[in-house]
């Protein structure tokens, strides 16, 4: 178990929390176009969200973008994830599908960080990682639910079992009811900080009532935050520019 995660030239859980911006192109030619605009923005980190592309279905294709996108965008930390329907993604696969994917992401190389769902069940959750991690990947391994929070003891559960299969990175993203559900979210994220020092993790409270939850992790302890360039994957992400300026306030008061 690593205390940070250090991609390229980015070290995921030391100082501000880090900027991912993710890429939600269908064709080659939008994911490419999209990979171009990325240069110009203040990032830290990619995510491709495989699950918006036409062709995810085949697996040569998603090697071939793969290897397009990082053509164009060599140097920045790559996260590959495939989101499923049942987690507020774009399509569903079957389990078998979803590991084999994933692992040929792995394989490649071109993947810094693999998104594994926790949900997707230990047998095929935990073999995944491990060989994620002997191609040598990184793993976020992910819960999200798009119509509720559960309690704190559920939340911080979910993320500890996420660390005990081997994330490098557990990550849980929440809708919230109210403000008090935004709460539960931080308070679960700061006893994963004071609980387990060395493993950084990623949270998020949803939609504009959590959008506090994504420029607060530096006092709370969440480790990177996603932010939108053309398109928001996800409700209560705000632009990368706006999201960089909070981060720094934040930074410069504590
Ligand atoms: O898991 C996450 C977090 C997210 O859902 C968000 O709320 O910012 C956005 C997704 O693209 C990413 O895979």
Excluded at 49 to 56: A, P, T
Excluded at 70 to 90: C, H, Q, W, Y
Excluded at 166 to 172: A, T, Y
Excluded at 193 to 204: A, G, Q, R, W
Aim: net charge negative.
């Amino acid at each position: 178990m690593t205390s940070t995660v250090k991609v390229k030239q980015v070290t995921i859980g030391e100082g501000m929390p880090k900027i991912c911006v993710p890429m939600v192109g269908a064709t080659t030619a939008e994911l490419k176009e999209e990979a171009e605009a990325l240069k110009s923005l203040d990032l830290d980190v990619v995510e491709w969200r495989v699950d918006f592309f036409d062709q995810v279905e085949n697996i040569e294709a998603v090697k071939a973008a793969l290897a397009d996108i990082r053509n164009i965008i060599p140097d920045l930390p790559l996260v590959f994830t495939f989101r499923s329907a049942k987690e507020g993604g774009e399509k569903e696969i079957t389990t078998e599908y979803y590991a084999e994917l994933n692992r040929a992401a792995a394989a490649t190389g071109l993947a810094d960080i693999i998104d594994v769902e926790l949900f997707t069940g230990d047998d095929t959750v935990k073999p995944l990682v491990d060989y994620a991690h002997q191609q040598g990947a990184y793993v976020i391994i992910s819960n999200h639910d798009f119509h509720k929070t559960p309690p704190k003891a559920e939340i911080v559960s979910r993320l500890e079992k996420a660390r005990e299969l081997g994330g490098d990175l557990p990550k849980i993203a929440l809708m919230p009811a109210d403000a008090g559900d935004v709460l539960t979210l931080i308070e679960a994220t700061y006893t994963m900080k004071e609980k387990y020092p060395d493993c950084p993790v990623i949270t998020m409270s949803m939609a504009g009532k959590g959008m506090i939850s994504r420029i607060a992790g530096e006092v709370f302890g969440s480790a990177l935050t996603f932010g939108s360039a053309k398109k928001a994957s996800a409700p209560g992400q705000i632009p990368v520019s706006e999201l960089r300026t909070a981060l720094e306030l934040v930074h410069r008061s504590l």
